[in-house]
């Protein structure tokens, strides 16, 4: 994800607006405490402007990290507002997210703490995720991990996350985690060929998978995970619902496993 710092433009942008802070309050420093507050005072003449711009100037180039103060403080303001707008919808939408009744759930289904993963089988850094989550479930017998297929990556993730979906109608919680694993697992491409192989392999019905594709449920499935993901931010794979908050990126079982830790503590991604 490009940081904000990154971004000459905002960069610019942000640059000019802390030099027209600064001759604002240059402007007020002008100006005597004791006169009286006019339109004309704000009016400066093309002298005074001048001047102004040469202060201004030679301030910030004599103190240039006042600018990096101002980024860093606007940036953590903007991640502060977009946790809280987070929040507000892992709360709003919390049956869909962690309830859902055509979720595929591994690990413990009556855990006491819930991970949500958002995933495309064709992520690299889903497929790096997958040990470290398998891993706190062999830890934790009381996590519940719900996973729900994010296909973002082109034409064969949907082909695969269509037949996953329509495979999931009719396989137990230990043949969906092994399914999982398996396309995950898989190298090179996975796309809808490669999920009926597997579904063909573990002994499940084609014929029922061809009818569920066929059927309105697949879709709806899928539309909901992506109208999900968007209402809570999750605009990359993997994407991680635990608690009230939101996490990204393959972050590690140990970051992942303090935020399960949270949940079960305090019901939020951090205490």
């Known amino acids: 994800m490009t940081s904000f710092l990154a971004s000459p ?19 007020l420093a002008l100006t005597p405490a004791s006169a009286p507050a006019t339109a004309q005072d704000a009016t400066f003449s093309e002298g005074e402007r001048e001047a102004i711009g040469t202060i201004v100037r030679e301030y910030l180039l004599e103190n240039p990290e006042v600018m ?4 860093a403080e606007l940036e953590r303001r903007q991640a502060a507002e977009q946790e809280e707008r987070q929040r507000s919808a892992v709360a709003d939408r919390g049956d869909d997210i962690f309830r859902a009744p055509h979720d595929v759930v591994i690990g413990n289904p009556e855990g006491d703490v819930t991970l949500v993963e958002f995933f495309d089988y064709n992520c690299g850094p889903c497929r790096r ?4 989550v398998m891993a706190m479930i062999e830890k934790d017998a009381n996590l519940r991990v719900v996973l729900k297929d994010f296909p973002i990556l082109g034409p064969p ?3 695969a996350a269509q037949v996953g979906v329509a495979a999931a109608a009719q396989m137990t919680p230990e043949q969906a985690a092994r399914f999982h694993m398996e396309l995950l697992s898989t190298r090179g491409q996975v796309d809808g060929a490669r999920a009926r192989q ?12 061809q009818a569920e594709l ?14 999900l993901a968007n209402a809570v931010g999750i605009t ?5 619902v ?11 079982e140990a970051r992942l496993a303090d935020a399960v830790a949270n949940a079960r503590a305090c019901g939020a991604v951090s205490c």
């Open 214 to 227: 066929n059927g309105p449920r697949v879709a709806e499935v899928i539309t909901t995970n992506l109208d």
């Open 68 to 71: 990096l103060d101002v980024f």
């Open 9 to 27: 433009l905002r960069r610019l942008v942000l640059a000019g607006l802390v030099v027209l802070a600064l001759v604002a309050a240059a402007g």
């Open 242 to 252: 635990v608690g009230d908050g939101v996490l990204v990126g393959a972050i590690g």
């Open 129 to 132: 995720a997958l040990a470290d």
């Open 198 to 209: 597997v579904a063909e392999e573990m002994g499940l019905d084609l014929e029922r998978i």
């Open 236 to 240: 990359g794979t993997p994407g991680w």
């Open 157 to 159: 993730s949907l082909e």
